[in-house]
């Protein structure tokens, strides 16, 4: 599995799309009128007449973390990242009227206007929003269960995102507020669901190695700081894996963690080296 930057569309089954029939005949009219499904973010003219509020809701402004990444566990021939992958889980997502951002190295949505969806039921959203194609030897759409969401199938009033710039990842997003801190959402209308929970002025810095036994600068500078926490748990995470998928010989992949370990410490203070180093560092290792 490659880095981070490539993203898995909703709409990756070409055997989904049909040509649509020409003739006006009876029988090929039926068919033409039977009711189509298609992922949700394909229906620009649909939304179109649908409350759109200029800024984000206030009630989806703040501060959230990634706490699962959830996935098709059904279809895993065409993920791009893995359950509870550390290249997502434990990012920081930031709502504002200015902008939306995600600390994945993703593009930034700058001057977002939200547009309301039709209220649905929670299953039916994600079901008709990450379609499986026809030659599977499972039902068409997956269940809030394949996707490992323990949620309730609730009913639910989503959210979509218009961007500038138009290629922002987060153009033609969703979100969901399940709670007032619990949020769902999906950017890049990929194959993955990111579960959120609204980040508290309580929450406290947990990187992966105790705060109060820091060795280092660096170390310490990560204890201030729940973004490079975060990344040091993701570090952790992804060198786990590394170390499980390379069998019996771990010793080269040991030296360059000790390697990679003295070049972080490097940075000391400097937030932005620590950031950039730790987030580089996990996608190396995810591509072990």
């Known amino acids: 599995m490659q880095g981070s930057s490539k993203r898995f569309f909703s709409l990756q089954h070409p055997d989904l799309v049909t040509k649509m029939p020409f003739s006006t005949s009876h029988s090929r009219l039926s068919a033409l009128l039977r009711p189509c499904w298609i992922p949700l973010f394909l229906w620009p003219v649909a939304w179109s007449a649908l409350a759109i509020a200029a800024t984000p809701p206030p009630n989806l402004q703040g501060t959230w973390d990634v706490v699962q990444v959830a ?19 434990g990012r920081e997502l930031r709502i504002s009227a200015s902008g939306i951002s995600l600390n994945d190295d993703s593009r930034d949505c700058q001057k977002p206007v939200l547009s309301s ?8 959203f994600i079901g008709q929003s990450f379609p499986r194609p026809e030659h599977f030897q499972t ?22 995102a218009s961007c500038t710039p138009d290629a ?4 033609h997003a969703w979100f969901i507020l399940l709670s007032p801190d619990r949020l769902l959402t999906n950017d890049d209308n990929s194959g993955f669901v990111l579960v959120l929970r609204r980040r508290a002025g309580s ?3 947990r990187p992966s190695f105790a705060c109060d036994k820091a060795q280092s600068a660096a170390e310490r500078t990560i204890c201030t700081s729940q ?6 748990r993701s570090v952790t995470a992804a060198y786990h894996r590394a170390l499980a998928t390379a069998g019996d010989d771990t010793s080269s992949l040991k030296q360059e963690q000790i390697s990679w370990l003295n070049t972080r410490n490097a940075c000391n203070t400097d937030t932005e080296c620590l950031a950039k180093s730790m987030r580089e ?3 190396q290792l995810m591509q072990q």
């Open 281 to 283: 560092r996990v996608d």
């Open 227 to 232: 973004t490079l926490a975060g990344y040091d």
């Open 203 to 205: 929450t406290s810095i």
């Open 71 to 89: 996935v098709d566990q059904q279809d895993q021939s065409h993920w791009l990242y893995f359950p509870d992958d550390p290249r997502l889980l």
């Open 139 to 160: 039902p068409t759409y997956p269940t809030l269960s394949d996707y490992g969401l323990k949620l309730a199938d609730a009913a639910v009033s989503p959210w979509q």
């Open 117 to 124: 969806l039709p209220k649905t039921s929670l299953q039916k």
């Open 168 to 171: 922002s990842q987060w153009n």
